[in-house]
C-alpha cells in the first residue's frame, strides 16, 4: 500500500492534519477543507471519506470503508477504528416515499435524517457493520462483524446482531495498556 506524501496531504487542504497520518494514495476523500486528522491516524486502501469528519490519534480506518460525514459529521476519538468495509452515515433519506431522494434533489423536496455520529474512545468497529445517523457509539464499545447500529450504545459494551444488541462486557485492560503504550511514545 503506497500512502500520500506528507506534501500532497497539506496541498489537500484538510481543516487539519496531524503528525505522521497516513492516508492511502487510493483512498477518495471529498470535501478535505471539512476533514481533521490527528496524529498517527491511518486511513487505508479504498475508502471513501466526505463531509464533516473529526478522526481523532492512533485511529485506525480499515480498506473499504465509507465514512459519510454530511452536514453534521462523524467524530472518531483517539484508538478507534474501523474494521474492512465499514460504512458509517450521518444522514439518510427518507425511504416511504413520501419524499424524493438522493443529492441530485434540493432539500425542499426531501425529509432527510441528520444527526451527527460519535465513535467514541477505544471503540471499534467490525467488518462490514452500519452504523446510522445519530448514533453514540460509547467509550470502549466494540461492535460485531455485520452488525447494525441504529441506536447509541452504553460504555464497554460488546455489542452485535441485527439491529445490535449489547451481549457482553468488555474488558478494560487496554487501558493500562494505552498508558504504557502513550509513556514509551515518549521516551
Not at 120 to 125: A, F
Request: proline residues 3%.
Amino acid at each position: 500500500m503506497a500512502y500520500l506524501t506528507r506534501e500532497t496531504l497539506g496541498d489537500m487542504g484538510f481543516k487539519a492534519l496531524g503528525e505522521n497520518v497516513k492516508v492511502s494514495d487510493k483512498a477518495s476523500i471529498y470535501n478535505p477543507e471539512m476533514i481533521e486528522i490527528g496524529d498517527y491516524s491511518r486511513i487505508d486502501d479504498f475508502c471513501v471519506l466526505s463531509g464533516r469528519i473529526i478522526i481523532g490519534q492512533y485511529v485506525h480506518v480499515a480498506p473499504f470503508c465509507l465514512i459519510a460525514g454530511g452536514e453534521t459529521g462523524i467524530t472518531m476519538d483517539d484508538f478507534s477504528g474501523l474494521a474492512y468495509s465499514v460504512q458509517v452515515f450521518s444522514q439518510s433519506d427518507d425511504y416511504s416515499g413520501r419524499t424524493l431522494t438522493n443529492p441530485t434533489v434540493s432539500d425542499k423536496y426531501k425529509n432527510e435524517r441528520k444527526a451527527a455520529v460519535r465513535i467514541g474512545r477505544h471503540v471499534i468497529i467490525g467488518a462490514s457493520s452500519i452504523v446510522f445517523p445519530g448514533v453514540d457509539l460509547a467509550d470502549g464499545c466494540s461492535v460485531g462483524a455485520m452488525t447494525l447500529v441504529n441506536k447509541s450504545t452504553q460504555p464497554w459494551g460488546i455489542y452485535a446482531g441485527n439491529p445490535a444488541r449489547r451481549i457482553k462486557e468488555r474488558k478494560k485492560d487496554l487501558l493500562d495498556l494505552e498508558a504504557k503504550f502513550l509513556k514509551e511514545q515518549l521516551e
